[in-house]
C-alpha cells in the first residue's frame, strides 16, 4: 500500500515536470514551438502526423519517456539508465528556421528578356532569347513549389507588348505587370555579348536601394551553382530596374559571344543549374530582408 501510494505520487509529479519544464523555457514562444521544445524531447514514433498535435506529444512523453523508465526502476532493474533497450530514444533534428516557408506567398515576376522579333544576342549557334525563356521557365517552377506566387512576363517566344511596339513600349509592358501586381522582387534574365569573344563570366545588376542586396545575393549564388568567372553586381540605368518599383535585379547569365559559355548557355543541364543558382539568391535574400 505504501509502495503504491509513493509510487503514484511519483508519477504525477514526474508527469507535472515533463509538462511545465518544457513550456516554462519557452513561455515567450509561440504555440508551435512548445510543440516543437516537446517533440524534441520526445520518442520518436512512427506516427509523426502534425494533426497528432500537442495532446499525442504529451501522451507520447508520459508514456514512453517517463512511465517506462519508472517502471523500471521500481520492478528492482538492475539497469537504472533511461530509456529502455526496448524504445531507444531518438532525438529528431529540428528543421531549419524558415526553410521551406522562405517565399511563400511572395509575388515574384520573371522577366526572360527579348522574345518573338527581338532574339536579343545572336552568336555561336544560341539564340539569347531562347536561352533566356529555358532558364526562366526552370526558375519558375522551383519558385512555385518553393510556394511563391510567380508572374511570367511571357512564358512563349513572344513579344509582351504587341509585335511591332517600340522598345520603350515593350520594356513598359515588363514593367507594368510587376507594378500593378506589387510585386516582392522583379528578376529580368538575360544572356550577355561583347565584341572580345575571349570574354566570359556572370554579372548581375541592380538600380537602388534594397535591389543590391538581390543582386549580390543572386550573383553569389549563380557563380557558386555554375562555377562561372564572378563578374560581380554593377549600378545600371535599365529601363526595367529604373522603373520598378519594388527590389528588382537583372542577370547576365553569361556570354554568347564566348564559344564556351553559348554551348553551356544552350545545355540543358547548365541552364538547370543556372536556375537552382538564381532561386537559391532570391531564398537568400528573402531570409535576411
Ligand atoms: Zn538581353
Do not use: W
Not at 514551438?33 to 494533426?51: D, P, R
Not at 506566387?149 to 513600349?169: C, F, Q, Y
Not at 550577355?192 to 569573344?197: A, E, F, M
Amino acid at each position: 500500500m505504501h509502495k503504491n501510494k509513493l509510487l503514484t505520487y511519483s508519477i504525477i509529479c514526474l508527469l507535472l515536470i515533463s509538462i511545465i519544464a518544457p513550456i516554462s523555457t519557452t513561455h515567450a514562444a509561440s504555440l508551435d514551438s512548445v510543440v516543437n521544445s516537446l517533440a524534441a524531447n520526445t520518442l520518436e514514433t512512427s506516427s509523426t502526423q502534425t494533426g497528432n498535435g500537442f495532446f499525442q506529444q504529451i501522451f507520447d512523453l508520459v508514456f514512453n519517456k517517463i512511465l517506462g523508465p519508472v517502471f523500471n526502476i521500481f520492478g528492482g532493474s538492475s539497469s537504472t539508465s533511461s530509456p529502455s533497450k526496448n524504445n531507444p530514444v531518438t532525438v529528431k533534428p529540428l528543421p531549419p528556421t524558415n526553410s521551406n516557408t522562405t517565399l511563400k506567398n511572395k509575388i515574384i515576376v520573371v522577366d526572360p528578356g527579348h522574345g518573338g522579333s527581338n532574339p536579343g544576342a545572336v552568336a555561336n549557334n544560341t539564340r539569347e532569347s531562347d536561352n533566356n525563356l529555358s532558364v526562366a521557365l526552370k526558375l519558375r517552377d522551383k519558385l512555385v513549389q518553393a510556394g511563391a506566387k510567380v508572374i511570367m512576363t511571357r512564358e512563349t517566344d513572344r513579344t509582351v507588348a504587341p509585335e511591332g511596339s517600340s522598345l520603350s513600349k515593350e520594356l513598359g509592358a515588363r514593367v507594368t505587370l510587376a507594378n500593378s501586381n506589387q510585386a516582392d522582387a522583379f528578376v529580368s534574365i538575360h544572356s550577355n555579348s561583347n565584341s572580345d569573344p575571349n570574354i566570359k563570366g556572370a554579372m548581375t545588376f541592380y538600380s537602388t536601394g534594397k535591389s543590391s542586396a538581390l543582386a549580390s545575393a543572386v550573383e553569389n549564388a549563380m557563380v557558386v551553382q555554375t562555377g562561372a568567372i564572378d563578374k560581380g553586381t554593377s549600378s545600371a540605368n535599365f529601363h526595367v530596374l529604373r522603373n520598378t518599383s519594388m527590389p528588382s535585379t537583372l542577370v547576365e547569365m553569361g556570354f554568347v559571344s564566348n564559344k564556351e559559355e553559348a554551348a553551356q548557355l544552350s545545355s540543358d543541364s547548365y541552364r538547370s543549374k543556372l536556375a537552382q543558382g538564381i532561386f537559391t539568391g532570391i531564398v537568400n535574400y528573402f531570409n535576411k530582408n
